[in-house]
């Protein structure tokens, strides 16, 4: 997906939303909804990104360029996953190894 529209319409259709329930969530006309999903250039207003990506339940910043995960839960589990594997890596440590690390980090343990 390479355009605005084209993540805005997948986003839609993911939330089962039609145009005219996304319209009201963000009190603009369906006409309008229509336009961003079908705007030639692909973009969209700043002052409407966020609630777009708030009615479609998607990050603003996926929304906006394609780029990190699509939706804001997404980013909370990529971080839960890698703190818990950061933590399962630390949990087989030495407490020699562990402390010395704390001293290479800076800090206390």
Known sequence: MNTFA???KHARE?????LAKVAERIDVSTQAVWNYENRPDGSVSV???FPLADALGVDARWL????GPMSPGEAISFEIR???????SLAVLTDEKLQALS???GVKL
């Open 6 to 8: 084209e993540r805005f």
């Open 14 to 18: 993911l939330a089962n939303l039609s």
């Open 47 to 49: 002052d409407l990104l």
């Open 64 to 67: 906006a360029t394609g780029e």
């Open 82 to 88: 890698r703190a818990e594997k950061m933590a399962k």
């Open 103 to 105: 001293v290479l980090l």
